[in-house]
């Protein structure tokens, strides 16, 4: 049997892997090999990405046969995500949460966000004058603003924090990530609970006064803090990294602060981190681009490289902070766009300027080259960010 | 030119009015709407295209004569 796949590895830590860009350049929609459904349609052209993931006969239904994020292992208990619904029933699972994801309504969470991160920062500087950066600012902030959200009183924060910081550490043990995973899980559910009796002003409570099903709320509480944590703490990781290796970069922000919305687009854009949520099924024969893709065949819809297409992106591998990259497909494309999005924008902003503001001596302190990336995947970022003050 | 949204296959992505608040809003539930239907000038339609094009549900639609 071969075990043969597509590489998904990053040579180059500013670069999409390096057979995702030749693919686009020679060979832009193509069968490669693909671990678990023998070979897989890779789309790296913007355009069909976004013709892919905005087109919902390509299913994100995972409990379908042939799908390639099918794990083989499904056991009936597990609930069916909203990551895995394709409309209409994903439309009315989406509808009953997204009032909470407003651009409005994220807008006004910036003063408590900005509180977060002052204190985050203030720890860190008190801790002496080096650190992991990952774990003294990436991970902490989005921790605690989701704690927030889902209205975990702020006794709890500490072990809401230790066991989403233990859930992603490579260093731990399989099984300790998997028991974090598992306290967290359990304490969404006691959370829940909590609320049916003692209704508070959070997201959980809103949605039991609207009718949720407990069981399918924990789900929920649960998909919201694993899909904002360790994305956005990657994202944060990187473009401190990035703003430390080039300082002409960090130059432009210090100079002109008006540019941080842009440069927070143009960073999403560039690195594009998140891979994993964009793997389909075709459940009818589609043609893309001049391709005909057929019912039953397994698809993946690029974002990386469709982030770098010269076509839409001039120059695509400068960043430029006056780019106006709006149009990037960061967030995915499509009825499962992150629901998070203008979320992670405000975190990103508010980070980014506190750390241009606060931390003017900030250096790495390891070479940039010897940052342990994550170069595998399934989402970019960095393990550990050394530095120093 | 009229601008026109299909709210029942909107995902409150918000993009609209993230790209063009003055053209786009959203209710308590997310839904789009759409505050001004008919752009009055080229750089109020490029604002609407633009909303239109980042649209991720699709949902958005320009139609008619340009300004």
């Known amino acids: ?68 994020m099918n794990s083989g292992y499904v056991t009936g208990s597990d609930l069916k995500q909203l990551i895995a619904m394709d409309p209409p029933e ?39 004058h ?37 859930f992603v550490d490579i260093d731990t043990p399989m099984e300790g990530r998997v028991a974090a ?38 789900g929920l509480g649960f998909l919201l803090l694993i899909a904002g944590h360790e994305t956005t703490a990657n994202m944060i990781s990187l473009c401190v990294a990035t703003l430390l290796d080039r300082p002409e970069l960090l130059k432009q922000l210090r100079d002109d602060p008006s540019l941080m919305p842009g440069a927070v687009e143009e960073l999403l854009r560039y690195f594009t981190i998140a891979e994993v ?62 629901l998070g999005q203008n979320l992670a924008r405000l975190e990103l902003e508010i980070v980014l300027e506190a750390v241009v503001r606060r931390l003017p001596t900030l250096r790495l302190a390891v ?22 003050w | 030119m009229q601008i026109t949204a299909n709210r029942s296959t909107c995902i409150g992505s918000g993009q609209c009015v993230f790209t063009d608040p003055d053209t786009f809003d959203q209710d308590d539930d997310g839904l789009v709407m759409v505050l001004r239907p008919a752009p009055a000038s080229p750089d109020e339609l490029a604002a609407a295209k633009e909303a239109v094009h980042i649209c991720p549900s699709r949902s958005l639609a320009l139609s008619g004569e340009a300004p």
């Not at chain 1, 439309?91 to 909470?100: A, I, K, P, Y």
């Not at chain 1, 003063?111 to 860190?124: F, G, L, N």
């Not at chain 1, 600012?137 to 910081?165: C, K, R, T, W």
């Open chain 1, 181 to 218: 995973m598992g306290a967290l899980k359990a304490y969404v559910g006691e959370l829940v609970a909590s609320r049916v009796t003692s209704p508070g002003d959070d997201i959980l409570s809103r949605q039991l006064a609207a009718g949720a099903d407990p069981v399918e709320l924990t």
């Open chain 1, 90 to 128: 994903h439309t009315q699972h989406r509808l009953r949460v997204m009032g909470e994801f407003t651009v409005k309504k994220i807008a006004a969470l910036r003063p408590r966000i900005e509180e977060i991160v002052e204190e985050t920062i203030d720890a860190m500087l008190a801790s002496g």
């Open chain 1, 130 to 166: 080096e650190a992991d950066l990952v774990e003294a600012l990436s991970l902490p902030v989005p921790s605690m603003v989701i704690a927030d959200l889902l209205g975990v009183p702020y006794e709890d924060h500490g072990f809401f924090q230790e066991n989403s910081a233990t």
């Open chain 1, 367 to 388: 070479p940039f080259d010897e940052i342990p990336f994550k170069e595998h995947g399934p989402n970019y970022g960095v393990y550990k960010l050394p530095v120093a």
């Open chain 1, 277 to 338: 949520g964009h793997q389909r099924l075709a459940t009818a024969d589609i043609e893309i681009d001049g391709t005909l893709i057929r019912a039953g065949e397994a698809v993946y819809a690029f974002a990386n490289v469709a982030n770098r297409d010269p076509e839409v992106f001039p120059e695509p591998n400068t960043i430029d902070f006056t780019r106006g990259a709006r149009n990037h497909v960061a967030f995915g494309f499509g009825p499962h766009q992150c």
């Open chain 1, 1 to 68: 049997m071969t075990t043969a796949t597509f590489s998904m590895q990053r040579v180059d830590p500013y670069n999409p892997p390096a057979e995702h860009l030749r693919l686009q350049q020679e060979d832009s929609i193509s069968q490669v090999p693909w671990a678990n459904t023998g070979t897989i349609w890779a789309i790296t052209k913007h355009a069909d990405v976004r013709a892919v993931l905005g087109d919902a006969r390509f299913s994100s239904d995972r409990t379908l046969p042939g799908h390639p």
